[in-house]
């Protein structure tokens, strides 16, 4: 971070210093026990000139020209970067308050509870902790679209979906679902509990696979239904595989958190360069400058420059629950945006990149050009985010 003192008797040459470009900034007071203001801005110059030039007789905007004598900022290469590390200033300077001032909200999520001796899975916007058995799923973009998918993918099972604890007891009524055959009831002792877990094993390796368990489960039945000639089974199982298929259309970056991982590309401050921000369980690291053309040495392939700078981008130490969540509000924000700037590329479950494809999508960034989107990603994010406006009219 770069400082410079400020001073009304030569505010010419202080504005004269000051870069007319997208930074994080901070300024600050000779009093130690004054707040400080913290910001971000595409143009500096024109921010400091507003802020701290002699103020106009009668103008009602905010001046500090006489409180500040200390301006500290920092170069941002997008409003990605500048987002990011605002956030971290904030949370230093006012970790009291900086989620507040932030506006962050927290990314809804799919929780399949695990630690529960009989599992249900419902909607959350909290990581209650990392350690334990359960999983999560997600972000999704908005609340709405998270019961969607879970409602969609619950009516495919036989999980309880109450949030009280069990004591099986047949003197229980049992509820709406257990009459509609949609739960296995272990409220009133419908079921063992080998035969519940074994449910909610069918119900993890769904969320896991992002429904594909399922899809290859019927698909092996309509296959020995149609070689059967039992053409109408085979039809209603064809029927159940298109709900399935419709039920989990989800954008990429939805899959099991413990698996969300890749890498951001996005414009640097630095010419000749692009700003690497890797992720691990949605939290991002601090971001790693790359030239795009290679310097002296021995001739590489950008593939192999790549592979030798991810390590030094990952996160190096694991985050709390609060971190997560705060991290992965951020990442959830940039990504369901309609129109933004940079690409994202996602790790399989193995933690390999698509490298391939990351070199193309670190040239189109440096270039300034569109991003080439996957029509079947897109489609699935335009689903979603039509679901919600729905869900919300």
Not at 177 to 202: N, V
Not at 244 to 256: D, F, K, N
Not at 326 to 344: D, H, M, P, Q, T
Request: net charge positive; glycine share 6%.
């Amino acid at each position: 971070m770069l400082s410079l003192e400020f001073t009304p008797e030569r505010d010419a040459e202080f504005f004269a210093a000051i870069p007319a470009a997208p930074t994080v900034f901070l300024l600050r007071a000779d009093d130690p026990q004054a707040e400080p203001y913290v910001s971000k801005t595409t143009n500096l110059k024109r921010r400091l000139t507003r802020l701290l030039s002699a103020p106009e007789e009668r103008a009602r905007r905010l001046n500090l020209r006489d409180r500040v004598r200390h301006v500290e900022y920092t170069l941002t290469g997008s409003d990605f970067e500048s987002g990011l590390l605002l956030y971290r200033t904030l949370r230093r300077v006012f970790p009291e308050s900086y989620r507040d001032r932030l506006r962050l909200r927290f990314a809804p999520l799919v929780k399949f509870n695990l630690d529960n001796p009989w599992p249900r899975a419902y909607i959350t916007q909290r990581i209650t902790g990392l350690r334990g058995a359960s999983v999560y799923y997600g972000p999704f973009p908005t609340r709405a679209a998270a019961e969607k998918f879970l409602n969609d993918s619950l009516d495919l099972f036989k999980i309880r979906r109450c949030d009280f604890e069990i004591h099986p007891d047949p003197a229980y009524p049992g509820c709406i679902y257990s009459e509609m055959k949609m739960c296995l009831a272990p409220c009133f002792a419908g079921c063992t509990e080998e035969q519940y877990r074994d449910e909610a094993g069918r119900v993890r390796a769904f969320l896991d696979s992002g429904g594909q368990s399922l899809v290859r489960e019927l698909s092996e039945q309509r296959e020995q239904a149609s070689a059967g000639l039992e053409f109408e089974q085979a039809a209603a199982l064809h029927a159940r595989i298109e709900k399935i298929t419709a039920a989990t259309r989800l954008p990429e970056i939805v899959r099991r958190l413990d698996l969300l991982a890749g890498v951001v590309v996005q414009p640097a401050a630095e010419a000749g360069s692009v700003a690497l921000f890797r992720f691990q369980r949605g939290v991002l690291a601090e971001p790693v400058l790359f030239p795009v053309q290679q310097g002296e040495g021995k001739p590489q392939s950008m593939e192999s420059r790549i592979q030798e700078t991810l390590p030094a981008v990952e996160p190096t130490a694991r985050a709390s629950a609060i971190e997560s969540m705060e991290n992965l509000a951020i990442l959830k924000r940039w990504y369901y945006r309609s129109v933004k700037v940079g690409e994202i590329f996602f790790a399989d479950e193995h933690g390999e990149l698509p490298l391939r494809r990351l070199v193309r999508g670190i040239s189109r960034v440096f270039r300034g050009e569109k991003a080439e989107t996957d029509p079947l990603t897109t489609a699935a994010r335009e689903y979603w985010l039509a679901r919600t406006r729905e869900s919300s009219s």
